[in-house]
T-cell receptor, first 114, second 111 residues
Framework: EPEVTQTPSHQVTQMGQEVILRCVPI?????FYWYRQILGQKVEFLVS????????KSEIFDDQFSVERPDGSNFTLKIRSTKLEDSAMYFC????????????FGQGTRLTVV | SQQGEEDPQALSIQEGENATMNCSYK?????LQWYRQNSGRGLVHLIL?????REKHSGRLRVTLDTSKKSSSLLITASRAADTASYFC???????????FGGGTRLMVKP
């Protein structure tokens, strides 16, 4: 069964460092997402990406965040200068079509900022 | 943005019993989705129910939707220890390009 894969599964970084979280969505999907979940809290939407551009973003997704689909298969989330409060599980998701269909989530990257 | 709220927040039952979780929301929807999350793992899509549907089944799962009450329920019948997980309802925005998740129900099924 096709799946969304994320790497790394766990990343520890120093505060102020840049991190890039990587995702390989399902190959024929068109819509891509990043969500995050701080330990013990709700899953929060960060950004959606369609047709090579951001289609929606939340207040969390400020100038420190950026997304890219550099080569037609990978979908990356970059955090430019990490803060302690960026520590969370980051989930990538993809959809074949828009909001009327299910989203497939990866297993997540646990980011720990120290 | 749309947000669902689940109740109860936590539910503990014995294997073989049924588990019912509820989700309430505030504004109109095109569809409502239920997801499951095992501890520390990714979200797995369970069922999507559209606003013109009242009930949907998938194996031991039954989802109902009452748009007049703005609520949905997820029923797991004949529960198993492997059903232990958190269950979330999720609502798309009008554009369908983001999902808003509720706080989830933590289900524990004791063997």
């Amino acid at each position: 069964e096709p799946e969304v894969t994320q790497t790394p599964s766990h990343q520890v970084t120093q505060m102020g460092q840049e991190v890039i979280l990587r995702c390989v969505p399902i190959s024929n999907h068109l819509y891509f997402y990043w969500y995050r979940q701080i330990l013990g809290q709700k899953v929060e939407f960060l950004v959606s990406f369609y047709n090579n551009e951001i289609s929606e973003k939340s207040e969390i997704f400020d100038d420190q965040f950026s997304v890219e689909r550099p080569d037609g298969s990978n979908f990356t989330l970059k955090i430019r200068s990490t803060k302690l409060e960026d520590s969370a599980m980051y989930f990538c998701a993809s959809q074949g079509q828009g909001g009327g269909t299910e989203a497939f989530f990866g297993q997540g990257t646990r980011l720990t900022v120290v | 943005s749309q947000q669902g709220e689940e109740d109860p927040q936590a539910l503990s039952i014995q294997e073989g019993e049924n588990a019912t979780m509820n989700c309430s929301y505030k504004t109109s929807i095109n569809n409502l989705q239920w997801y499951r999350q095992n501890s520390g793992r990714g979200l797995v899509h369970l069922i999507l129910i559209r606003s013109n549907e009242r009930e949907k089944h998938s194996g031991r799962l039954r989802v109902t939707l009452d748009t007049s009450k703005k609520s949905s329920s997820l029923l797991i019948t004949a529960s198993r220890a492997a059903d232990t997980a958190s269950y979330f309802c999720a609502l798309p925005n009008n554009a369908g390009n983001m999902l808003t998740f509720g706080g989830g129900t933590r289900l524990m099924v004791k063997p």
